[in-house]
């Protein structure tokens, strides 16, 4: 039974019915996206509520920003190598 990959959108030689990946490499890749979507979302979830700042300029942080500093500080790289040098 020929099928088309979900991943990689390859035909491939299903062995069995329920096949929905072409091989190993395709299924681990999947998984892999799929375990860290729902380690985002976990992420995500656990920021509802909770302030969070940005470390640089003390502006709120957006609960789906990754980072502990805003799209503006980023941006400004001669205050952000500012901080960072007063770290260290």
Not at 22 to 27: I, Q, T, Y
Not at 52 to 60: E, G, I, M, Q, V
Request: glycine share 6%; aromatic share 10%.
């Amino acid at each position: 039974m020929t099928k088309n990959c979900e991943l990689c959108g390859k035909d491939y030689q299903a062995r069995v019915s329920y096949q929905i990946y072409c091989g190993v490499d395709c299924r681990t890749e999947a998984t892999k996206e799929k375990n860290n979507s729902k380690q985002r979302s976990k992420r995500i979830k656990s920021r509802v509520g909770k302030e969070r700042l940005c470390n640089t300029c003390s502006k709120p942080l957006s609960i789906y920003n990754d980072d502990n500093f805003c799209v503006t500080c980023i941006g400004d790289k001669k205050g952000f190598n500012k901080f960072i040098r007063g770290l260290f």
